[in-house]
Protein backbone atom coordinates (compact mmCIF):
# COMPACT_ATOMS: atom_id res chain seq x y z
CA UNK A 1 0.00 0.00 0.00
CA UNK A 2 1.09 3.42 -1.12
CA UNK A 3 1.55 5.73 2.56
CA UNK A 4 0.59 8.60 -0.13
CA UNK A 5 -2.93 7.04 -0.25
CA UNK A 6 -3.05 6.48 3.66
CA UNK A 7 -3.79 9.48 6.21
CA UNK A 8 -0.72 8.30 8.35
CA UNK A 9 -0.54 11.24 10.45
CA UNK A 10 3.34 10.99 9.91
CA UNK A 11 5.99 10.95 7.47
CA UNK A 12 7.61 7.31 7.57
CA UNK A 13 10.69 6.29 7.40
CA UNK A 14 12.39 3.12 6.28
CA UNK A 15 11.33 0.04 7.40
CA UNK A 16 14.37 -1.49 6.85
CA UNK A 17 16.11 0.91 9.24
CA UNK A 18 13.52 -0.49 12.00
CA UNK A 19 14.40 -3.93 10.80
CA UNK A 20 17.89 -3.55 11.01
CA UNK A 21 18.09 -2.78 14.24
CA UNK A 22 15.54 -5.78 15.56
CA UNK A 23 15.45 -8.13 12.53
CA UNK A 24 12.69 -10.03 13.88
CA UNK A 25 10.32 -7.40 13.78
CA UNK A 26 9.88 -7.62 9.97
CA UNK A 27 8.53 -11.41 10.68
CA UNK A 28 6.47 -9.96 13.28
CA UNK A 29 4.74 -7.01 11.89
CA UNK A 30 4.01 -8.78 8.69
CA UNK A 31 0.78 -9.34 9.50
CA UNK A 32 -1.99 -10.24 6.16
CA UNK A 33 -3.85 -7.63 5.69
CA UNK A 34 -1.84 -4.84 6.88
CA UNK A 35 1.16 -2.51 6.64
CA UNK A 36 3.42 -0.91 9.28
CA UNK A 37 5.02 2.31 8.61
CA UNK A 38 7.53 3.63 10.89
CA UNK A 39 8.17 7.13 12.23
CA UNK A 40 10.59 9.42 13.36
CA UNK A 41 10.70 8.84 17.11
CA UNK A 42 9.07 11.43 18.94
CA UNK A 43 8.13 12.08 22.88
CA UNK A 44 8.53 8.17 24.20
CA UNK A 45 6.52 7.06 26.53
CA UNK A 46 7.68 3.87 27.47
CA UNK A 47 11.20 3.29 29.42
CA UNK A 48 13.74 1.47 27.54
CA UNK A 49 15.99 -0.90 29.49
CA UNK A 50 18.84 -1.99 28.11
CA UNK A 51 19.69 -2.83 24.46
CA UNK A 52 16.62 -1.98 23.44
CA UNK A 53 15.36 0.47 20.89
CA UNK A 54 12.71 2.43 20.83
CA UNK A 55 10.06 2.40 18.03
CA UNK A 56 6.87 4.04 16.97
CA UNK A 57 4.72 3.84 13.81
CA UNK A 58 1.35 2.31 12.80
CA UNK A 59 -0.04 -1.18 11.32
CA UNK A 60 -2.50 0.48 8.94
CA UNK A 61 -5.78 -1.96 7.74
CA UNK A 62 -6.99 -0.75 4.71
CA UNK A 63 -9.74 -2.75 4.43
CA UNK A 64 -11.74 -1.07 7.20
CA UNK A 65 -9.75 2.57 7.65
CA UNK A 66 -9.03 1.77 11.01
CA UNK A 67 -4.82 1.45 12.50
CA UNK A 68 -2.81 0.82 15.33
CA UNK A 69 -0.56 3.49 17.05
CA UNK A 70 1.98 1.98 18.56
CA UNK A 71 5.48 2.66 20.33
CA UNK A 72 7.36 -0.68 20.73
CA UNK A 73 10.75 -0.82 23.02
CA UNK A 74 12.84 -4.09 22.10
CA UNK A 75 15.80 -5.68 22.00
CA UNK A 76 17.77 -6.39 18.75
CA UNK A 77 16.39 -10.09 19.14
CA UNK A 78 12.85 -8.93 19.91
CA UNK A 79 12.83 -11.37 22.91
CA UNK A 80 11.90 -8.64 25.29
CA UNK A 81 9.50 -6.14 24.63
CA UNK A 82 7.30 -3.97 25.81
CA UNK A 83 4.51 -1.88 23.37
CA UNK A 84 1.77 0.62 24.14
CA UNK A 85 -0.70 0.33 21.19
CA UNK A 86 -4.02 2.70 20.16
CA UNK A 87 -6.32 1.84 17.61
CA UNK A 88 -7.21 4.54 15.52
CA UNK A 89 -9.61 5.65 12.96
CA UNK A 90 -7.94 6.93 10.01
CA UNK A 91 -10.48 9.48 8.99
CA UNK A 92 -11.91 10.77 12.14
CA UNK A 93 -8.01 10.81 13.95
CA UNK A 94 -5.90 11.87 11.07
CA UNK A 95 -2.63 12.40 13.28
CA UNK A 96 -0.65 9.49 15.53
CA UNK A 97 -1.44 9.60 18.65
CA UNK A 98 -4.92 11.47 18.44
CA UNK A 99 -7.40 8.59 18.59
CA UNK A 100 -10.54 8.33 20.74
CA UNK A 101 -8.94 5.65 22.73
CA UNK A 102 -6.23 5.50 25.35
CA UNK A 103 -2.86 3.88 24.91
CA UNK A 104 -2.42 0.47 26.43
CA UNK A 105 0.93 -0.84 27.69
CA UNK A 106 1.98 -4.60 28.01
CA UNK A 107 5.60 -5.43 28.74
CA UNK A 108 7.66 -8.20 28.69
CA UNK A 109 6.56 -9.98 26.12
CA UNK A 110 8.12 -12.59 24.18
CA UNK A 111 8.65 -12.37 20.23
CA UNK A 112 5.64 -14.86 20.23
CA UNK A 113 3.44 -12.99 22.83
CA UNK A 114 4.33 -9.70 20.80
CA UNK A 115 3.27 -10.91 17.92
CA UNK A 116 -0.15 -12.46 19.67
CA UNK A 117 -0.67 -8.73 20.90
CA UNK A 118 -0.18 -7.22 17.75
CA UNK A 119 -3.14 -9.67 16.36
CA UNK A 120 -5.58 -9.76 19.13
CA UNK A 121 -5.50 -5.83 18.18
CA UNK A 122 -5.72 -5.85 14.95
CA UNK A 123 -8.21 -8.09 15.31
CA UNK A 124 -10.19 -6.03 18.12
CA UNK A 125 -9.53 -2.48 16.50
CA UNK A 126 -12.63 -2.29 14.27
CA UNK A 127 -14.41 -3.62 17.25
CA UNK A 128 -12.87 -1.01 19.59
CA UNK A 129 -13.24 1.36 17.26
CA UNK A 130 -17.14 0.81 16.98
CA UNK A 131 -17.48 -0.08 12.96
CA UNK A 132 -20.18 -1.35 11.53
CA UNK A 133 -19.73 -4.55 10.10
CA UNK A 134 -18.65 -4.65 6.72
CA UNK A 135 -20.85 -5.43 3.75
CA UNK A 136 -19.38 -8.76 2.94
CA UNK A 137 -19.77 -9.86 6.60
CA UNK A 138 -23.99 -8.61 6.20
CA UNK A 139 -24.53 -10.56 3.59
CA UNK A 140 -22.93 -13.66 4.52
CA UNK A 141 -25.28 -13.57 7.87
CA UNK A 142 -28.07 -12.52 5.60
CA UNK A 143 -27.15 -16.26 3.05
CA UNK A 144 -26.71 -17.95 6.49
CA UNK A 145 -30.33 -16.91 7.52
CA UNK A 146 -31.32 -17.74 4.48
CA UNK A 147 -30.66 -21.28 4.68
CA UNK A 148 -31.49 -21.66 8.32
CA UNK A 149 -34.82 -20.74 7.56
CA UNK A 150 -35.10 -22.64 4.70
CA UNK A 151 -34.24 -25.84 6.42
CA UNK A 152 -36.69 -25.02 9.04
CA UNK A 153 -39.22 -24.78 6.84
CA UNK A 154 -38.54 -28.54 5.42
CA UNK A 155 -38.54 -29.79 8.74
CA UNK A 156 -41.51 -28.02 9.62
CA UNK A 157 -43.05 -29.89 6.68
CA UNK A 158 -41.50 -33.10 7.27
CA UNK A 159 -42.58 -33.28 10.71
CA UNK A 160 -46.16 -32.09 10.02
CA UNK A 161 -46.57 -34.91 7.60
CA UNK A 162 -45.46 -37.70 10.27
CA UNK A 163 -49.25 -37.95 11.87
CA UNK A 164 -48.48 -41.21 14.05
CA UNK A 165 -44.82 -43.23 14.55
CA UNK A 166 -43.66 -45.70 12.68
CA UNK A 167 -45.63 -43.77 8.95
CA UNK A 168 -43.77 -43.72 6.13
CA UNK A 169 -43.52 -39.94 5.07
CA UNK A 170 -43.46 -41.02 1.85
CA UNK A 171 -46.58 -43.02 1.75
CA UNK A 172 -48.32 -39.76 3.40
CA UNK A 173 -47.24 -37.64 0.24
CA UNK A 174 -48.55 -40.19 -2.15
CA UNK A 175 -51.77 -40.97 -0.44
CA UNK A 176 -51.99 -36.88 -0.20
CA UNK A 177 -51.44 -36.66 -4.09
CA UNK A 178 -53.58 -39.39 -5.20
CA UNK A 179 -56.34 -37.27 -2.80
CA UNK A 180 -56.89 -40.64 -0.93
CA UNK A 181 -56.38 -41.85 2.42
CA UNK A 182 -55.44 -45.58 2.50
CA UNK A 183 -55.96 -46.87 5.73
Known sequence: MDFKNTNLGFTPISKDDAFELAPRLEKI???ENCDVYFK?????TIA???N???FQGSLIMPDNNSCIDF???TNFL???STISVAPRDEKDAPKFGFGRTEFRTF???STDNLLSRLLIEVEDAPNTLGFERGNSLNSANDEITKAVNKLNKLAKMEQSMRKSPGQNPTDELRRSAEGRDIR
Open 40 to 44: QVSNP
Open 52 to 54: QNI
Open 107 to 109: ENL
Open 48 to 50: VQN
Open 78 to 80: SSS
Open 29 to 31: FNI
Open 71 to 73: ELA
